[in-house]
């Protein structure tokens, strides 16, 4: 079955800290991979995506990822958290645009 | 660009009556669009995905005949709740694809609270 995993429902970092929320896909995903944050109340936003070509993606706000394809991964950093990066975040994946969403990660950051 | 918005942002209503939600695609042509329901700090939960000018295709467990979806422009797509309880009460979040495009872009979400 498909599946998009996100470890840890819930992440704390303090301002200024190295930001790391995990993503895995099942193999049977394909390999169109997304990262969406969600404000409170509100719908998702696009951060970045990974369709083909280079495997580093780079997306808003100072966020990227990286495809792992032997580690079936999608992981998504940030250097430095600011506060306002305080957000839901799910990974998903798919083709077609039909999507596989994980369950989110809530990112808290702390002053 | 890739603009989607939805109304209302929230509605309340009472238990038995109907209520529409519209989303749009306001800087694009959307062929597909997707209606989700998302429960309090859960994840999105895809109820039926919606071709423009044919049928939407429900997901297993959602009633087509409760949600009522229309899709009649490639820029519309309507999402009405029939007869409407409180255990619909959910935030509903539409999504909509272009044509060779494999990203979604969502709409705002739209809060209905039944009572």
């Known amino acids: 079955a498909q599946s998009v995993t996100q470890l840890g429902s819930h992440v704390s970092v303090s301002e200024g800290a190295l930001v790391l929320l995990r993503c895995n896909y099942s193999?049977?995903?394909?390999?169109?991979l997304f990262w969406y944050v969600q404000y409170p109340n509100q719908g998702l936003q696009l951060l970045l995506k990974?369709?083909?070509?280079?495997?580093l993606v780079k997306g808003i706000n100072g966020f990227e990822a990286e495809f792992k394809k032997s580690e079936t991964s999608f992981h998504l950093t940030k250097p430095s958290a600011h506060m306002s990066d305080a957000a839901e975040y799910f990974c998903?994946?798919?083709?077609?645009?039909?999507?596989?969403f994980g369950k989110g990660t809530k990112l808290s950051v702390k002053p | 660009g890739a603009v989607v918005s939805q109304h209302p942002s929230w509605v309340i209503c009472k238990s038995g009556t109907s209520v529409k939600i519209e989303c749009r695609s306001l800087?694009?042509?959307?062929?597909?669009m997707f209606w989700y329901r998302q429960f309090p700090k859960q994840s999105l939960m895809l109820m039926a995905t919606?071709?423009?000018?044919?049928?939407?295709?429900?997901e297993q467990g959602v009633e087509k005949d409760k949600f009522l979806i229309n899709h009649a422009s490639l820029t519309l797509s309507t999402l009405t709740v029939t007869s409407a309880h409180p255990e619909d009460s959910s935030f509903y979040i539409c999504?909509?694809?272009?044509?060779?495009?494999?990203?979604?872009?969502f709409g705002p979400g739209t809060r209905l609270t039944v009572l």
């Open positions: 999504s909509a694809r272009g044509l060779y495009t494999d990203t979604q872009y």
């Open positions: 193999s049977s995903v394909p390999p169109y």
């Open positions: 990974y369709t083909t070509g280079a495997t």
């Open positions: 998903a994946g798919g083709s077609q645009g039909n999507l596989i």
């Open positions: 800087d694009f042509q959307a062929t597909t």
């Open positions: 919606s071709n423009e000018g044919s049928k939407a295709t429900y």
